[in-house]
């Protein structure tokens, strides 16, 4: 056990540190929930993760994304997103994927066993597609729902995805994926608190977001860390 571990095996000790370091995490979406995810678990000692995100960071996803600097702008999230875990924890292994997942790729990406998932992904078609298969493939995984328009943190919950209410994007996901099958049996990260419309804006284009919605700092964050917990606690209970 490295120093910077010690405070993490006071709380779980030596087995569950040496599991977390012997499991293989696959984390989809870079933006200001993944981001948090990926730092939340290199800190807690995961051996080796596979990040995925085709984007590049931008200026507007400095309010909330951890990556997101003026000295990163244009930069490839994957390849920050690497080089600060390997910053924190230098035995890390991090796979990197830069593609736009949608398809067939989903499918085959999903085929691979690993021992937890997370799903940060934050446009709709790719979003179902994912969760089918991480579904059908039995992979154990976890899903990120609508952190947008939201202010208050204590109305985040955990909660089986059946069981998911006052989330736009959880009702979507549940009308689409009902006629795919898959009703539940996954754990969620939601909000209950209901989105002002006013901080909500139409749009085209942008990886076929239809719409953009106001972020404030600390919910992604909380939702990532959320999603981060689901999944350590799974690994190690």
Same mark, same amino acid.
């Given at each position: ?18 599991? $977390? ?5 696959? +984390?989809?979406? $870079? ?17 080796? $993760?596979? +990040? ?18 003026? #000295? ?20 890390? /292994? ?16 999903? /085929? ?13 078609? @790719?979003?179902?597609?994912?969760? &089918?298969?991480? &579904?059908?493939?039995?992979? #154990?995984?976890? #899903? #990120? ?6 202010t208050d943190p204590t109305q985040i919950r955990i909660a089986d995805f059946k069981k998911t209410y006052n989330c736009r994007l959880a009702f979507i996901l549940r009308k689409k ?40 700092? &600390?919910? @992604? ?8 917990s689901v999944v350590i606690n799974g690994l190690t209970q």
């Amino acid at each position: 056990m490295n120093d910077w571990q010690k405070r993490t095996e006071l709380l779980l000790g030596k087995e569950k540190l040496k599991k $977390l370091k012997e499991s293989k995490v696959l +984390i989809a979406g $870079l933006g200001g929930v993944g981001g948090y995810t990926v730092e939340q678990l290199v800190r807690a000692g995961i051996g080796e $993760l596979t +990040i995925i995100d085709s984007d590049t960071i931008q200026e507007s996803n400095i309010n909330r994304q951890i990556i997101a600097l003026n #000295s990163t702008i244009g930069k490839k999230k994957t390849t920050i997103i690497k080089q600060r875990a390997e910053d924190i924890n230098p035995e890390i /292994k991090i796979n990197i994927i830069n593609d736009y997942l949608i398809g067939e790729n989903i499918e085959n990406l999903l /085929k691979e066993k690993y021992d937890f998932v997370v799903d940060a992904i934050d446009t709709l078609t @790719p979003k179902i597609e994912f969760i &089918y298969h991480a &579904y059908h493939q039995k992979q #154990s995984f976890v #899903s #990120s729902m609508g952190s947008g328009g939201k202010t208050d943190p204590t109305q985040i919950r955990i909660a089986d995805f059946k069981k998911t209410y006052n989330c736009r994007l959880a009702f979507i996901l549940r009308k689409k994926l009902r006629k795919m099958g898959v009703t539940g049996g996954f754990q969620t990260v939601f909000s209950t608190e209901m989105t002002d419309k006013s901080s909500v804006i139409e749009t085209t284009g942008e990886n076929n977001k239809k719409s953009i919605i106001g972020t404030i700092s &600390y919910i @992604p964050a909380i939702f990532g860390c959320f999603c981060a917990s689901v999944v350590i606690n799974g690994l190690t209970q």
